[in-house]
Structure formats: structure tokens, C-alpha cells
């Protein structure tokens, strides 16, 4: 059963970066993709973007390309998501969740498990 | 990027209800459909995916129709653990996006 444990609460400034990193324990890391999704207090679920770790390229959502930079780290089994130029907008529980099903270089989109979300807060 | 209209946005219900929650799209997706459950302060869980398939574990009083625009969730009757928010979220096409939601509340 693989699970997600993420990285822990952050409070940051506008215009500086987050990362927040998300292990995988408990099953195969490197075929299957891992994507972050974020929510907003009281808002929906929104994707960022996704990454194949054993290919190592990342698709994002054109909203957030150009600030948002997801990798993955093979031998720890963590992925990671990056977001700079922080505004107040940002500010939301970002999850990572691991695709069901591993279909080679593609993403496929249906998303279990998921990690427990990491609450990032932007404020000055 | 595709728009998807979820209704109602609450819905009150009582234990034993047979409920609906609609599912629009803006354009056609065949059946690239999935629905989450979310509790407050929990990660979304997978309950059904490929429009109709149910997820292993999730109790069969769940089950998902449709294809291409319209996709239907339905809880056969209602239980205590299924007041919860609900969302759609279609994977035909980048990027993937999410319904606003279905709140389930109790009556």
C-alpha cells in the first residue's frame, strides 16, 4: 500500500519560494507519476502539474508555468514542488497525489493515493 | 481548458436518501471522468474513475454514468460516513480541472 507523507507547514513572504517535498513509501516510486493539486481555504481542487519520475520531465498547468517547478528524487523516492514569486493567492494546502495506474511517458490523471496536504500560508 | 458545471453546489440529505450530483462539460471527454470524496481537513480519496468504475474498497452503493458532456454520481442511500464534498474532475485533456464541488449535508 504506498503512502504519502509531505513535508510540513510553511508561512512565507510575498515574492519568495516554497518547496514542499512529498515521500513515497511502501511501493514503486519511479513509474508511476506524482502530481501536486492545491486548494484555497474553502475554494476547489485545482492541478499544478505532474511529473514521471523515472522519465524525470514535468507537464504544468500554463497558469503556473514559469513559477512552478516540480522534480523527483529516484533514490529517496520524494518529489518535490517549487513556487516562487509567492503572492497571497497562494495560499492554500497543496497536495501531492500518485497517478492509479503507470502507463510509461504519459501521464494518466486518476489520482489515489493522495499525501495529507501541506499548508502553505503567504503573508506579509 | 475545459469548464465543468457541478450541481447542485448543496445539496441536505437524509441517511437512506437515494442522491445525484451532476457533472457538465464544456466539450465532450468520452468518459475520462473521476469522482472524489473530501472530508473537511482530509486529502480528496478516489471513488470512481473511467466515469463508471469504482474504485477498490469504496462500498458499491456509490456508482458513476455517462460520457461524453454529462456524468451522474449516485450514492444509492445515503450513510452517516457520506456527508462530504464531492467533486468531478476530467482527465481527457491538459489541464485537468476539478468541479466547484457538491457539498453533502445532513437534512
Redesign the interface.
Known amino acids: 500500500q504506498v503512502q504519502l507523507v509531505q513535508s510540513g507547514a510553511e508561512v512565507k513572504k510575498p515574492g519568495s519560494s516554497v518547496k514542499v517535498s512529498c515521500k513515497a513509501s511502501g511501493g514503486t516510486f519511479s513509474s508511476y507519476a506524482i502530481s501536486w493539486v492545491r486548494q484555497a481555504p474553502g475554494q476547489g481542487l485545482e492541478w499544478m502539474g505532474g511529473i514521471i519520475p523515472i522519465f524525470g520531465t514535468a507537464n504544468y498547468a500554463q497558469k503556473f508555468q514559469g513559477r512552478v517547478t516540480i522534480t523527483a528524487d529516484e533514490s529517496t523516492s520524494t518529489a518535490y514542488m517549487e513556487l516562487s514569486s509567492l503572492r497571497s493567492e497562494d495560499t492554500a494546502v497543496y497536495y501531492c497525489a500518485r497517478e492509479l495506474e503507470s502507463n510509461y511517458d504519459i501521464l494518466t490523471g486518476v489520482f489515489d493515493p493522495w499525501g495529507q496536504g501541506t499548508l502553505v500560508t503567504v503573508s506579509s | 481548458v475545459i469548464w465543468m458545471t457541478q450541481s447542485p453546489s448543496l445539496l441536505s440529505a437524509s441517511t437512506g436518501d437515494r442522491v445525484t450530483i451532476s457533472c457538465r462539460m464544456s466539450q465532450g471527454i468520452s468518459s ?1 471522468l ?1 469522482w ?1 470524496q473530501q472530508k473537511p481537513g482530509k ?4 471513488l470512481i ?2 466515469a463508471s468504475t469504482l ?1 477498490s474498497g469504496v462500498p458499491s452503493r456509490f456508482s458513476g454514468s455517462g460520457s461524453g458532456t454529462d456524468f451522474t454520481l449516485t450514492i444509492s442511500c445515503l450513510q452517516s460516513e457520506d456527508f462530504a464534498t464531492y ?1 468531478c ?1 476530467q ?1 481527457y485533456s ?8 457538491t457539498k453533502v449535508e445532513i437534512k
Open positions: 475520462y473521476a472524489y486529502a480528496p480519496e478516489l474513475y473511467a474504485q467533486y474532475q482527465y491538459f489541464p485537468w480541472t476539478f468541479g466547484q464541488g
